[in-house]
């Protein structure tokens, strides 16, 4: 990551080959591994006030999903929560990550469940950040887009960008950041970007977590969970429903903090981690 007063530029220097497509990812820091995956529509780059803090003592790990962020995005993909976990379990093997922590926001958290227990990986601890998981799940925008994507798939950019700033800006509680709207808004904004976005909406189907539900009680590993109390994509009372199927999980309600907490509340992150993980 490199910053000045103005813009915020996020990179992820390595690229993993994956049923032929490019995903990017970048780690840094030695020691025990330690996982972030991300949620949607963002990328990476929401953990940039966060896994800077354990790279003294550990071994971190971003990647952006397929079809987000740096990662490839092309016509005709398949982005659906049904292959982010095989992709989550092809990384973890080909990086040769064995038991890592992860930490996991949004679909993140229904990748990481997926990886867990369809695809067998075994986690150290998992850190679940109002993460999507148990249904329902997806706002009247998501279900609106799931049936119209290509008339929006072909709306002019300016109404777009207004489209994509005002959904992503409302996943927090305080008011965005210019710098970190951008950071946001920037994968989805050329044309590329664009069908993406709206490609990523119309594969949401809660088919996928529809799958695992009954499998949430054989999680194998700790688990903690931190929800903003100020969440309007998934409410709060998802996330204590949630908690009560997980075995011994530890639930954290994040005050003054909505669905993206990473920039509503990153300390609240950053010091319940280093507690869980210690």
């Known amino acids: 990551m490199i910053g000045n007063a103005n813009k915020i530029v996020w990179d992820l220097p390595h690229v993993f080959r994956f ?49 987000y962020g740096q990662s490839e995005m092309r016509d005709g993909q398949d982005v659906s929560l049904g292959v982010q976990n095989d992709l989550f379990a092809a990384l973890l093997m080909h990086r040769q990550i064995e038991a890592p922590d992860v930490v996991a926001h949004d679909i993140g958290g229904a990748t990481a469940l997926r990886t867990h227990l369809l695809n067998g990986a075994d986690f150290t601890s998992l850190t679940l950040i109002d993460p999507v998981a148990i249904a329902p799940w997806g706002s009247p925008f998501v279900q609106h887009v799931r049936r119209f994507e290509e008339a929006f798939g072909s709306l ?28 946001y808004c920037a994968p989805w904004q050329n044309e590329i970007g664009k069908a993406a976005f709206y490609r990523q909406i119309a594969q949401m189907d809660q088919r996928f977590t529809d799958e695992i539900a009954d499998r949430i009680p054989a999680i194998r590993c700790p688990v903690s969970l931190l929800w903003g109390q100020e969440d309007q994509w998934i409410p709060i009372e998802r996330g ?30 950053v010091a319940e981690l280093k507690n869980f993980l210690s």
């Open 19 to 67: 049923r032929g497509q490019s995903v990017r990812f970048g780690t840094f820091g030695s020691g025990q591994a330690l996982v972030f995956v991300h949620g949607t529509p963002f990328s990476s780059a929401v953990w940039r006030k966060i896994a800077p803090h354990f790279a003294s003592n550990r071994s971190v790990y971003l990647f952006d999903l397929l079809g």
């Open 156 to 183: 002019p950019a300016y109404i777009h960008e207004a489209i994509l700033a005002a959904y992503i800006g409302g996943a927090a509680f305080q008011p965005l950041s210019r710098e970190s709207l951008e950071l």
């Open 240 to 269: 204590r429903k949630l908690a009560s199927l997980v075995p011994h999980a530890r639930f954290h309600t994040v005050p003054r903090a909505g669905h993206l907490v990473q920039d509503d509340a990153p300390e609240a992150i």
